[in-house]
């Protein structure tokens, strides 16, 4: 590893890049002189050698002499703050704040006794000015005058903090894997609106979804909702077509060819078994193409007008990218040149010219958010609380519609990932390109500030993923390994203030999820900012390793037993994330410890829900031949798993097989499904008797599935984000039919409290 130089080292801190970190095991890791300079490069600025890095240095300190007015300025409600202006040495100058609705607030100047520095030949001043303190919330504008000159720059006044939700529960569900009669083989918001019926009749205060972010309107079309096209748009698939009020205006004979063709889709077994995207979205896209053309009422006409006009410049970008897409594919670097620059005049001729298709592709935005819209009123008008909470995905697609309309906002060169922690070793590559940190305050934030206003438009709250994203992110270089990245900072008040702001707006509810590597300070931070934290019940550990008992749960936190990267409880509890592991042979170490620290870890939980009174004193799940069952026939020492610990387990490595289809638990051996349901019932009753604001249960849970959406580090080797919901039998169930047993009551029950 080559060792940066000073001058290295200083201008990576002035960037904000990390040129040292502590890593998940508390030892000091040197960042390489080769990983600083690509992530400077990745930023525009030469680091290359000493000397080039002393005159980037001496360039950010003139350009910032030079800029009159800071970027943004961003501060919260109550907060002192004051700024730092820069013109000509000795010229007077006044600042003043314009507020949104037009009124002007002057500051105060205070002393500044920073010395004027000379650039480019000019002697140029610095003057500071205290903002006033207690300004309305919203986005305004700071004004410096001096010598009849005027410079302008924007200002967010954030709130202090936002107030913490009235204790409630919810399900969570990836609503793509929710299917019912009337659906077309994907869930969508017919369904979600099923899924927010049921919950108001039992006392839920919200409900959960996946990202349901933008995808490629080509095929093959990306399962994973976490690696979308756009953030800032929906996926249409997620559409209820026989509730566009269009459809409704369509001849017998165009509605029944629609009808029929859903059926079809729907039976295919290739759909049944998996989420087949890639069948689905064309035979909906036909359909949604006839109902395009029918008429709208002058009112139906009005809404369009008005949608389209809110979502400005950022929607017409948006379309544009998608009917490129659809007609060259969905990677922009393989379009002709000038279709590949968004400011280009060829691109405005090609898009007059294919003008149809750029509506459309609007107009399905437009249907979606007034299906969403359906969906969060019926919610809050039954009484729910919060209604449906989003969900924020961590990044987009390297070559998708937003590193297109905003390449400038996007470093090239290097992608987004995780350090290496004692779940993988090796680190994470998302191959998900960052936002620069650097560009983000260039623009005011406008980038962001968009993103989170759309998404809270007919929302009740957010759920932020990896929102460690907004403090810090792992940038790994390319062609490196993720063990070669560093972390890049960026300004969380900026990023948090935007975020608390939106939702102070919106009445939304902002959830983190604060899990993996994170700074002490970090969860402090956010909940001094009213955005709570998550915790999942396997990973909440006292200082003794041992469950952290429910009274000492954070209280302003989500809490839930599972999430969409384990396995549904029922399945976890049947060692089927193991088994699937073992089978994809991915496991980094002998089966025979893996199993060992699962049961242990199990048997520890259950053992705390005994001691509370949850389970009976002789609970037990299932014994070790049907331990061995779900192991291949590995034999298992013992007649019986202990109540605590695992020690005299013996479990030899069995070969590695096939993966299995449905990635289920072994039926040869059937576990007890009374037992299986009272042990789930009685680790959510742990989360009940904590202080957590938000609990949060697993539509998966909720019905018994034990299929695994997920599994961390596998892409082809397992169908990801492609499980249907399922019953206990592993096999796929209609939503209103999971929702009918006495399971799904039960646990509902026990989220209630009773």
Known sequence: MVVPSPQLHRLAGDLGIATSYYDTRGRHVEVSAETLVSVLAAMGVDGSTPEAAEAAIEKRKDDAWLRVLPYVVVMRQSQQRSVDVHVPDGHPIVVTVVLEGGRTVLTDQVDNWEPARVVDGIAMGEAS????????LGYHRIRAEWDG?????????????????????????????????????????????TLVDWGVARGAGYVLTNPMHAAEPTVPQEASPYLPTSRRFGNPIYLRIEDVPEYRTLSRAQRSRISKRRRQIKNDPRTWERIDRDRVWPAKLKALRVVHEAERTPEREEAYRRYRFEQEEGLV???????????????????????????????????????????????????????????QTAATQAGMPIGVMGDLAVGVNEYGAETWASPELYARGVTVGAPPDPYNMLGQNWSQPPMRPDELARQGYAPFRALVGTLLRHTGGLRVDHIIGLFRLWW????????????????????????????????????????????????DYLRERGVLGTSILWWEKNHEGRPLEPEYYREACMASVTTHDLPPTAGYLQLAHVKLRQELGVLTRPVNEELAEEVDEQQAFLEACRIRGL??????LFT???????LGGTPVAGPDLPATGSSALSVEPSPVTEP???????????????????????????????????????????IGDTRIQNQPGTSWEYPNWRIPLSGTDGRPVLLQDALATPRAEGLAAVLRGE
Do not use: C, K
Request: net charge negative.
């Open 129 to 136: 000015f205290r903002l006033p303190t207690g300004l309305p």
């Open 660 to 702: 299995a289809p449905t990635a289920t638990p072994d039926a040869a051996d059937p576990v007890d499904e009374a037992a299986l349901q009272r042990a789930v019932e009685g680790l959510y009753r742990y989360l009940v008797r904590s202080r957590a604001r938000l609990l949060n249960v697993a539509l998966t849970d909720l």
């Open 149 to 193: 000159r005027s410079v302008w720059a924007p200002m967010i006044v954030a709130p202090d903090q936002l107030e913490l939700p009235e204790r409630t529960w919810g399900p969570m569900v990836q609503l793509y894997s929710v299917r019912s009669a009337e659906s077309w083989g994907v869930g969508d918001l017919g369904d979600l609106r």
């Open 624 to 630: 070790a031949g049907q331990l061995e069952a779900r």
């Open 615 to 620: 389970l009976p004193d002789d609970f037990r």
């Open 476 to 523: 790994i270089p390319a062609g490196r390994p993720a063990t070669e990245g560093t972390y890049v900072y960026y300004d969380h008040e900026a990023m948090v203030g935007v975020l608390t702001l939106e939702a102070h707006r919106a009445g939304a509810v902002i959830v983190g999820e604060d899990l993996g590597t994170v700074e002490p300070y970090v969860r």
């Open 317 to 375: 970008h948006f379309a544009r990218w998608m009917a490129l897409a659809a007609t060259y594919g969905s990677d922009w670097r393989l379009w002709d040149a000038p279709l590949r620059d968004v400011h280009s005049a060829e691109l405005d001729v090609w898009a007059e010219e294919h003008a149809g298709e750029v509506e459309f592709q609007m107009w399905l935005q437009w249907l979606l958010d007034g299906q969403l819209d359906a969906v």
